[in-house]
Each structure stands twice: as C-alpha cells, then as structure tokens.
C-alpha cells in the first residue's frame, strides 16, 4: 500500500512541474505573438507608402500593367515559398499548410520550384515528392525576419534572372478570429493587373505632386522590391503569429489534461491514504478486542 501512495506522490509531483513547462510555454507563445503583431502593424506604414509610390509609378506608365514575366523567366514556369515551423508542440500547424500546398501545387498547370522555411513543413513536402529547391530555417524573432526575406529575395531573382520562375506564390498560416489560423496562398508574381490598376487611380494623398528621380524603370523595379520585401515579411510574421497561436492553443488543451490527470492523482491518493489509514484503526481495534476478550 505504502509503495502505492509512494509512487502516486512522485506522479503528482511530475504532473506539478510538466504543468510548470506548460504554463512557462504559455507565456512564451503569448509573448511571441504580442511582438509579431506589433511587427505587422508597424509594416502597415511602410507598405503603405511603397503601394503609394508604385501607384504613381503607375500612373505614370499610363495605367500600363507591368509585369515581371515579362523579363527573362519562361512563360509557365512557377516558384512557391512554403513557410512551416522547425519546432513541435503546433498541433496541425505544419499539416495543415502542407495539405494546403501540395493540393494547390498539384493544380498548376507545370511542378514549381518550392523553398521551404521550416524542417517540420519540408519534410511533409518531400514526402509528397515536390521538387524542393532550399530549406530555411525558421527565424526566433521579429529581427531575424529581415534576413530571411534577404535569403528568399535572392533565391527567387536568382531563378527569375536564370528564366527558371517567372510565376511565385506563397503559402502560410494566416491568424483568424474564429479559428486560430487558416491556410493562404497567396500569388506575388506577376503582379496583378487589377491590383496594379486600383493603385493607379488612388489620388495622391497630398496637394503637392510628386516628381519621379531619375530614370522611372529604375524607381519601379526598386519600388517592386520593397513590394516583395514587405509581402514576404508579412506572410512570414503572420505565419509566425500563427505558429505561436497553434502552440498557445495546444498548451492550453495540454494544461486542461494536466489539471484533470492532476485531480485524479490526488483523489486516488488520498482514497488510498484513507484505506490504509482505516486499515490500520481496524487492525488497532481488532487487538484491542482480542485483549479485552482475553
């Protein structure tokens, strides 16, 4: 009996400092997704300001559609960024943007070029032979973003100058009100005619109008680059934001089950406490009797 209690004290004791790591990990991912939040609110202005200069770059092409296939790339061929998570403890995280990936993957009309941030998503990708061309690992924090996206940047206008990828997507988790976060995929290159057409006719947010430096190709294609900088950091910390959404929620479920393991320790030893408690007061009166009778 006493081996009993013994070891359901230790079992107490266990689920008492798993229940400490649980609530340690809380913390953590409730941190994590405070700071990538703030990141994609503090992106707002400088995507704004990027978006309002290629509306002017537009306006003055004429409302022509640029397009980057129209460089070097071969017509068809497709690149996509796939971004995961290189640690555990996500729930359906990774399964569920690798699910989403591979079936709209298998949909495009040619195999894409895939590159991949995350061991976890990578090796769902390659299990289900796409055709990867790099894995990145995934960034700790906010500042370890702008180094990724550099790595990206110069992989993908690698292929694009090389005419290997005239057509890029990116899939990510994307955080949501209802659900903690859904699949997205979301098409960078070429720019979308329509989207290029709505920037264009946005008025100029200031009376003074502005003058574009130098050559008007040049200010584009830099214009261009923050365009992709800024929508690859925003998928990248939405995803992160999400990762972190996941894991909170699957510390939460892990805490509920803790606690009721927990509860259920306890009642049993103490039910096993009382029994040997009552044992003993039994075998104590039992002697006493037998004394007496005697």
């Known amino acids: 009996m006493s081996d009993t209690t013994a070891s359901l004290r230790r079992k107490i004791g266990g689920a008492v400092d798993l229940q400490s790591v649980v609530r340690t990990m809380k913390a953590l991912a409730a941190s994590n997704i405070e700071q990538y939040e703030n990141s994609m ?5 400088y995507s704004r300001t990027v978006e309002t200069g290629l509306g002017e770059c537009f306006r003055e092409n004429g409302h022509a559609p640029v397009s980057e296939r129209k460089n070097q790339a071969v017509p068809g061929a497709i690149g996509a960024v796939v971004f995961g998570s290189d640690q555990g403890l996500v729930g359906q995280f990774n399964d569920v943007v690798a699910d989403f990936a591979i079936r709209a993957l298998a949909a495009l009309p040619v195999p894409p070029k895939v590159w991949v941030v995350g061991e976890r998503v990578n090796a ?21 973003i702008t180094p990724l996206i550099g790595q990206i940047l110069v992989e993908s206008e690698t292929s694009h100058d090389q005419g290997e990828v005239g057509e890029l997507h990116l899939f990510f988790n994307r955080p949501t009100s209802g659900p903690v976060f859904a699949p997205v995929d979301q098409r960078l290159l070429p720019l979308d005619d329509n989207w290029q057409r709505k920037l264009a006719e946005l008025p100029w947010p200031t009376k003074f109008l502005p003058e574009i430096m130098g050559s008007g190709t040049v200010t584009l294609r830099a214009l261009i680059r923050g365009y992709l900088f800024v929508s690859l950091f925003r998928a990248c910390a939405e995803s992160l934001a999400s990762e972190n959404a996941s894991r909170l929620a699957a510390m939460q479920r892990a805490e509920k089950n803790i606690n009721e393991l927990q509860q259920e320790l306890i009642v049993t030893f103490h039910r096993l406490r009382q029994s040997s408690i009552d044992e003993e007061l039994f075998d104590v009166i039992s002697g006493f009797e037998a004394l007496s009778v005697g």
């Open 41 to 45: 609110r503090a992106l707002a202005d």
């Open 124 to 144: 769902r990708l390659a299990a289900a032979g796409l055709r990867l061309m790099g894995l990145f690992a995934v960034p700790n924090s906010v500042k370890g």
